[in-house]
């Protein structure tokens, strides 16, 4: 396996500690706001994550910022990575609202499928 999984602030544990055990690198990520990790918009090709797991509302800036969820995950698309979105599903078309409709390699995922579809990409 050996992929790199990035992930924003408040992701949980479990999934994070299930990927490294299965062997998986993690990597902290930032929105830019929250000062977590590497801010997402600074990935290059050389440190790019294999995936990002998230939570919707990481994705969402601030009204007087203004910048959208597809500016926020611009180079992680350029770059082809996967980006799982933790959001329940009855929000589903809501979140699609938010995010300008559906972005390339982002995925809504059930938080109790994140997991699962997590592993999809590893293995």
């Known amino acids: 396996m050996g992929m790199l999984v990035g992930y924003m602030e408040g992701t949980n544990p479990e ?12 990597m902290p990520l930032s929105n830019g706001f929250d000062g ?41 698309i350029a770059f082809n990575v996967h980006v799982l979105v933790a959001c329940p599903a009855e929000y589903h078309s809501t979140a699609e609202r938010i995010m300008e409709g559906r972005l390339e390699n982002v995925r809504l995922v059930e ?3 994140m997991l699962k579809f997590a592993k999809g990409l590893i293995e």
Do not use: F, Y
Request: net charge neutral; hydrophobic share 40%; proline share 9%.
């Open 15 to 26: 999934w994070l500690t299930t990927l490294q055990v299965l062997g998986c690198d993690t």
């Open 36 to 76: 977590h990790g590497l801010n997402i918009q600074m990935i290059t090709r050389s440190n790019k994550p294999d995936v990002v797991l998230c939570w919707l509302h990481k994705l969402i800036s601030p009204k007087p910022i203004g910048l959208s969820p597809k500016e926020l995950l611009h180079a992680a």
């Open 111 to 113: 938080p109790e499928e």
